[in-house]
């Protein structure tokens, strides 16, 4: 699979903190991280999870996978990565990656994308489905954040396998585990993608004051979609890097810097000028930024 253009890593401000930490999957327990499953759409929202057994699917394609009429995915990501391990947390993105997949479907539908985990020959007991999109459309671009409400245990590498799902009349191909029991349902086989996942920094809740080979700085933000964020944490160069484009910062920013967040292009609601520890970045006079400033400005 070719072509194709990943997105991850969206540091914006959280909604909420959460009471409950979130749960610790270990590295072979497919079934912990397909129930922490979580999708979203290009524009944050939270998207509803079809779950399917996976033996109803795997039969389906089995059955329907040579129909002239089942459907192709023609390019997704060559791989899908999360470095630390909490990658949904409450309302709000965290850390996802974008799912950004081409697909052609002789139906007319944008097809149902069926995702299991699987790792050594085993695979999750169910499947997570992304509701398709009777669209009138034989060819086009499927676009979803994907990611996890869980933590990593150890650094854990298994597969996601992607199979496309449609009906002949596109019957039920807003509700997956409906489609999956129409008589006109056609799957194809499934194309795998890597997934890593990596705990969370040993020093992060810890109280540490350390960041070794990143950068420490708060993600508090405040801005028209919400409040949240930790006054604490550390930024790696990459993680910085996925979200906006440009090498991570040699220290964190001061109270009183301006356009710590992004308000336009890919990176916009990134912060792309991370405040330092205990300060807040604050856009708009609702969020008490005195400066008026694109961007809002590094505030206590």
Do not use: W
């Amino acid at each position: 699979m070719t072509n194709v253009r990943v997105v991850g890593l969206a540091l914006a401000g959280l909604a909420a903190c959460t009471s409950a930490p979130p749960p610790t999957c270990t590295a072979d327990d497919l079934d912990c991280f397909m129930d922490q499953l979580s999708f979203r759409g290009s524009d944050g929202a939270t998207v509803h999870i079809d779950f399917v057994d996976t033996e109803t699917i795997l039969a389906l394609s089995t059955a329907t996978s040579n129909s002239p009429s089942v459907p192709f995915l023609t390019s997704g990501p060559a791989s899908l990565t999360y470095p630390y391990g909490t990658l949904i947390d409450g309302a709000d993105v965290i850390f996802t990656d974008s799912l950004e997949l081409t697909f052609t479907d002789p139906n007319g539908c944008q097809p149902v994308v069926a995702l299991t985990l699987a790792s050594h020959g085993t695979r999750s007991k169910h499947t997570g489905c992304f509701p398709g999109l009777h669209d009138m459309k034989k060819a086009g671009t499927i676009m979803s954040n994907v990611g996890f409400t869980a933590t990593a245990a150890t650094d854990t590498s298994i597969g996601v396998e992607l199979r496309p799902i449609s009906s002949t009349d596109c019957t039920s191909i807003d509700a997956p585990a409906d489609l999956v029991k129409t008589a006109s349902a056609v799957a194809n086989m499934s194309v795998t993608i890597p997934v890593t996942i990596s705990p969370p920094p040993a020093d992060e809740g810890s109280g540490s004051q350390t960041c070794p080979g990143g950068l420490l700085v708060s993600t508090l933000d405040c801005d028209g979609l919400g409040n949240g964020g930790t006054s604490s944490y550390c930024l790696s160069s990459a993680e910085f890097m996925t979200a906006t484009g440009m090498p991570l910062p040699s220290a964190c920013y001061p109270a009183g810097t301006t356009g710590c967040e992004s308000e336009s292009g890919q990176s916009a609601g990134a912060l792309v000028k991370p405040c330092c520890p205990g300060l807040t970045c604050k856009v708009g006079a609702a969020c008490g930024d005195p400066t008026g400033a694109v961007g809002g400005s590094c505030q206590e």
